[in-house]
């Protein structure tokens, strides 16, 4: 390969012996992708491997068996409205993901830490800012990557519904408007659950710490918030059932779609929040999103520097 | 059977620098949501027993026993430093037992105290709600500890299917296939804790016998398990 290694010649005894040698490295002169490209890059590889792809066999079995788990329930019930000839889908599409809380939960737990944690804890982060990716793109990349794969997860049951709606001759317009309200009201969910999880998954790099933070977070909010509102309902204080559905990701997911999508709520006495508390819904969900992004640059302000 | 020095390392694995702070987080929401029903709803026996049992012994107790029980064996097999305690002249074992005493203890510690506490301030322990139900979280922690340090020591995603049991199985399962509760934990130490209170507002689908014996056998096959694992263990690199 050293084509243009200069030959030899016979050195003087005295005099400057250094001398530095062309080994035959060459310049790259091809085209260079960029930025834009290193980002696309980043996202694409970090959706894949949210659901295994492109990773080994045994890491595929946990999103690639909780997304069959998310999607039967949505078969089942299409399979019992073709076969009996009902008039309404037995489950709303905004309700959907409100009852599979649990499935979704264990998803994000599963793959946020598996999206962020790993770079952290091998301390591979550097790597990718060696490439002409900023702190921004990094964390912009991981958000999409998992807000899209949270989203592929909640969105295929509706549209599974949606189609079986169709051939089961339900009325086209009824059920298109609740698919698209569903639509909206899980893109919300799954921005806002890839947010939480991100952040709380990038703080813990350690094994198993962050699927655990993450499961306490979400779980144990939903909890606490229920329990509360049971409480508030048995007292006839349903004014502050409302404002306290505002503490966990679900509820506030619930409140949004009851106040604007027209979504039936699971709040205790069924009564969701007035159209002016749905306005703070909205606001602190957006606020908790934006708030998540900002949380999520910080941290990575400093890694790998 | 029970090493100090391995029970050392294995509380500053699962207590050291922050981790306290996040499995302190936990049982510090479970009082202050007790201190706000309180506030709120005044001393109501009925209100107790919901929050004590969906609350402490459904939620809270299973995940400090899944960080707890995996977190005393699992992280140290993942970056390989187990080797170290291995080559030690100590049996297998004996580190297993020593890492569940240790685990127990951490999980009776942030889980039953709490809900003896929260107890307390829910309803003064009235009808026994108070101690029946930390009875029923001391139960509950041995058999979640020696379950999940099993997982811990078999498998490298042992927190994902320690809480596919405690939240799929126990929770989703549970209240929908009542055949799965009889396979549960938090059944089985609810129907000692049934018999603690003797009242109507704890109760379980199992039988204290049946609840006893299952409790005992999955604690001591876990831990002896565990142990025989730990035997044979191989090193694996990520993925």
Same mark, same amino acid.
């Given at each position: 390969m050293a084509v243009e290694q200069p030959l030899r010649t016979?050195?003087?005894?005295?005099?400057?012996q250094t001398r530095i040698h062309n080994i035959g490295y060459r310049s790259y002169e091809g085209p260079r992708l960029g930025r834009s490209y290193a980002r696309l890059s980043l996202y694409s590889q970090s959706l894949r491997g949210s659901y295994g792809l492109g990773r080994s066999a045994k890491s595929k079995v946990l999103p690639m068996l909780l997304f069959v788990v998310m999607c039967i329930p949505a078969a089942i019930m299409v399979a019992v409205a073709v076969a009996t000839k009902?008039? *309404?889908?037995?489950?709303?599409y905004t309700r959907y993901a409100i009852i599979m809380q649990a499935v979704i939960s264990l998803y994000i737990a599963s793959q946020a830490p598996q999206s962020v944690s790993r770079d952290l804890r091998f301390k591979t982060v550097p790597l990718y800012f060696?490439?002409?990716? *900023?702190t921004a793109d990094y964390v912009r990349a991981k958000f999409a990557a998992l807000t899209s794969a949270l989203f592929i997860l909640t969105a295929t049951p509706l549209l599974v519904l949606y189609v079986g709606a169709l051939l089961a001759e339900l009325d086209f317009a009824d059920q298109t408007k609740g698919f698209a309200q569903g639509l909206v009201s899980v893109a919300l969910l799954s921005l806002l659950f890839a947010g939480i999880g991100l952040v709380i998954a990038a703080v813990t790099p350690r094994r198993g710490f962050g699927i655990a933070a993450v499961i306490a977070v979400l779980t144990i909010s939903y909890g606490a918030v229920s329990t509360l509102q049971a409480i508030a309902h048995v007292q006839d204080s349903s004014q502050a059932i409302a404002w306290i559905g505002l503490f966990s990701p679900v509820t506030l997911i619930d409140g949004v779609q009851s106040a604007f999508l027209g979504a039936s709520t699971t709040f205790p006495g069924g009564v969701g929040p007035s159209n002016g508390e749905g306005v703070v819904y909205v606001l602190i969900t957006l606020g908790l999103i934006a708030a998540c992004y900002g949380l999520l640059t910080r941290r990575y302000r400093k890694v790998g520097l | 059977m029970y090493d100090p020095t391995v029970a050392r390392l294995t509380y500053r694995a699962l207590l050291g620098r922050r981790r306290a702070l996040i499995l302190g987080a936990l049982p510090l929401l479970l009082i202050a949501i007790s201190v706000a029903v309180r506030v709120l709803a005044g001393a109501d026996d009925q209100t107790a027993a919901d929050v004590l049992g969906g609350?402490?012994?459904?939620?809270m107790v299973p995940i400090i026993g899944v960080i707890a029980g995996t977190g005393a064996m699992g992280p140290e097999i993942d970056d390989g430093s187990v080797v170290y305690l291995l080559s030690k002249p100590i049996k297998r074992p004996t580190i297993i037992y020593t890492k569940l005493i240790v685990a127990i203890a951490v999980t009776m510690v942030f889980s039953a105290v709490p809900t003896l506490i929260a107890g307390f301030v829910l309803n003064g322990n009235g009808q026994q709600i108070a101690v029946a139900y930390t009875v029923a979280a001391l139960v509950a922690s041995i058999a979640y500890a020696a379950l999940f340090l099993l997982l811990g020591t078999v498998s490298r995603h042992a927190v994902v299917f320690g809480l596919v049991y405690a939240l799929?199985? *126990?929770a989703l399962f549970g209240s929908l296939v009542p055949g799965a509760r009889t396979l549960s934990i938090q059944q089985w130490s609810l129907a000692v804790a049934q018999k603690v209170s003797g009242g109507d507002l704890v109760t379980s689908d199992v039988g204290l016998t049946t609840a006893t014996i299952l409790l005992v056998v999955v604690t001591v096959l876990a831990t002896w398990y565990a142990g025989q694992k730990l035997r044979t263990l191989t090193l694996a690199g990520e993925e």
């Open positions: 016979p050195a003087p005894t005295s005099g400057d009902v008039k *309404e889908l037995p489950v709303d060696s490439r002409p990716i *900023e | 609350l402490a012994l459904a939620t799929v199985w *126990e």
